[in-house]
């Protein structure tokens, strides 16, 4: 399975935009992109996740670069309320068996006042 | 509609005891993952189930198994505790399985002394 890396931490203004990257070089064809937040203490909220298209939801927008090999999720007016640890992750959809799957350590996000 | 339920919520074990943990999905979720997050690692993938199936694995040792039933509700079961076990475990259920869309529980904190 595909490996992510993010930046350990990042810090945004409020009512800016955050624009949080993730590298997975080695995704297969099958493999879609995930992205997840963690607000403390509470368990992972599923944000989007996309294959190969840009993808939009009432809470963010995912860019998948036309190789693959990258992605950037962007909150487009960032609150408070979006200070969490935010996850990429690369999975397929159908899961065989015998699937591992990586979520690593994320991203801290810190949106400042 | 309800979310995903984890019971209980906080447990303290001593060491070489096994524990149980219970999991109830969202109704009409059949896929129900389990996770073990500590702040070293990270959120660390245990297994799937679906359909009373395990059909996806981690790397973690035999001493994790677990089980689900017919109305999708899973347990896992840690047995011989370790130190390191202590840890908060996350489970989450799917409709289409894995991580689309996945909806975890808040956890259960396991401390092991």
């Known amino acids: 399975d595909a490996k992510t890396t993010q930046p350990p931490s990042m810090d945004c203004a409020e009512g800016r935009a955050a624009n949080l990257p993730c590298n997975h070089s080695?995704?297969?064809?099958?493999?879609?992109v995930y992205w997840y937040r963690q607000i403390h203490s509470q368990g992972p909220q599923y944000i989007i996740h996309?294959?190969?298209?840009?993808e939009t939801n009432e809470m963010a927008s995912l860019i998948i670069t036309e190789d693959r090999k990258s992605s950037t999720l962007i909150l487009p007016h960032a609150t408070l309320r979006d200070t969490a640890v935010y996850y990429c992750?690369?999975?397929?959809?159908?899961?065989?068996?015998?699937?591992?799957?990586?979520w690593g350590l994320g991203t801290s996000l810190a949106v400042n006042p | 509609k309800a979310g995903v339920t984890q019971t209980p919520r906080y447990l303290i074990k001593t060491r070489g005891q096994q524990v149980t943990l219970s999991c109830s999905p969202i109704?009409?979720?059949?896929?129900v993952s389990w996770y073990q997050q500590t702040p070293g690692q990270g959120l660390q993938f245990l297994f799937e189930?679906?359909?009373?199936?395990?059909?996806n694995k981690g790397n973690f040792p035999g001493r994790f198994s677990g089980r689900q039933f017919s109305n999708s509700r899973s347990e896992m079961n840690v047995s011989t505790l370790e130190l390191g076990d202590s840890a908060l475990y996350l489970c989450?259920?799917?409709?289409?399985?894995?991580?689309?869309?996945?909806?975890f529980g808040q956890g259960t904190r396991l401390t092991v002394v």
């Open positions: 189930y679906f359909s009373e199936t395990q059909r």
């Open positions: 080695t995704i297969s064809g099958n493999e879609y």
């Open positions: 109704s009409g979720h059949r896929s």
């Open positions: 989450a259920s799917s409709l289409t399985g894995l991580i689309t869309e996945a909806f």
């Open positions: 996309g294959l190969k298209n840009n």
């Open positions: 992750i690369v999975s397929p959809v159908n899961a065989g068996n015998n699937r591992k799957l990586i």
